[in-house]
T-cell receptor, first 118, second 109 residues
Framework: GAVVSQHPSRVICKSGTSVKIECRSL??????MFWYRQFPKQSLMLMAT?????????EQGVEKDKFLINHASLTLSTLTVTSAHPEDSSFYIC??????????????FGPGTRLTVL | GQNIDQPTEMTATEGAIVQINCTYQ??????LFWYQQHAGEAPTFLSY??LDGLEEKGRFSSFLSRSKGYSYLLLKELQMKDSASYLC??????????WGAGTKLIIKP
């Protein structure tokens, strides 16, 4: 099956700093990648949809200036949490859509990045 | 290695019961999730099991056996809206998510 990786797996930073999280599709080209945030009750909230070579589409309520998304290539998307605060502490998960000819595209999920802001 | 297996696709009839199995091998275990995902939408959380046994939530139940590396999601009184992909995922010893490839459930009238 397809593999999606995230780096780093966990990060601890001081309040006010910026943190970059990478999402890579290792064995396929993903024209679309998604960024999710997992809340304490395990629900996944879609933050934004990232298309290669174009601006990300953010969901309502997600600050685009705080959560910067760059989809620089067909295998890499980055999420930068700018000026992080303790309330940004969470588990961030990416997924990549693998195109399939003639069938519904499949999403493959990354292992997640646990961000802790002190 | 670490891996999760679940069937690629299943078909069931409206009103019936279906069981979606998930088997796993992992170096550590901190709980198993089931998510439902409709095409084009974000996954919806269904259940989280960390102890052995059955947990029931309305029409959906989830079972876990840690010794067997096995879980299943049981859907009763199937409705057409239950047609979706069902994702099994678990937290390993480092709380990293390991995802199954998902099971596409097709409900027929």
């Amino acid at each position: 099956g397809a593999v999606v990786s995230q780096h780093p797996s966990r990060v601890i930073c001081k309040s006010g700093t910026s943190v970059k999280i990478e999402c890579r599709s290792l064995d396929f080209q993903a024209t679309t990648m998604f960024w999710y945030r997992q809340f304490p009750k395990q629900s996944l909230m879609l933050m934004a949809t990232s298309n290669e070579g174009s601006k990300a589409t953010y969901e309502q309520g997600v600050e685009k200036d705080k959560f910067l998304i760059n989809h620089a290539s067909l295998t890499l998307s980055t999420l930068t949490v700018t000026s992080a605060h303790p309330e940004d502490s969470s588990f961030y998960i990416c997924s990549a859509r693998k195109p399939s000819a003639g069938e519904t595209d499949t999403q493959y999920f990354g292992p997640g990045t646990r961000l802790t802001v002190l | 290695g670490q891996n999760i297996d679940q069937p690629t696709e299943m078909t069931a009839t409206e009103g019936a019961i279906v069981q979606i199995n998930c088997t796993y091998q992992t170096s550590g275990f901190n709980g198993l999730f089931w998510y439902q995902q409709h095409a084009g939408e974000a996954p919806t959380f269904l259940s989280y099991n960390v102890l052995d046994g059955l947990e029931e939530k309305g029409r959906f139940s989830s079972f876990l056996s840690r010794s067997k590396g096995y879980s299943y999601l049981l859907l009763k009184e199937l409705q057409m809206k239950d047609s979706a992909s069902y994702l099994c995922a678990l937290w390993d010893s480092n709380y990293q998510l390991i995802w199954g490839a998902g099971t596409k459930l097709i409900i027929k009238p």
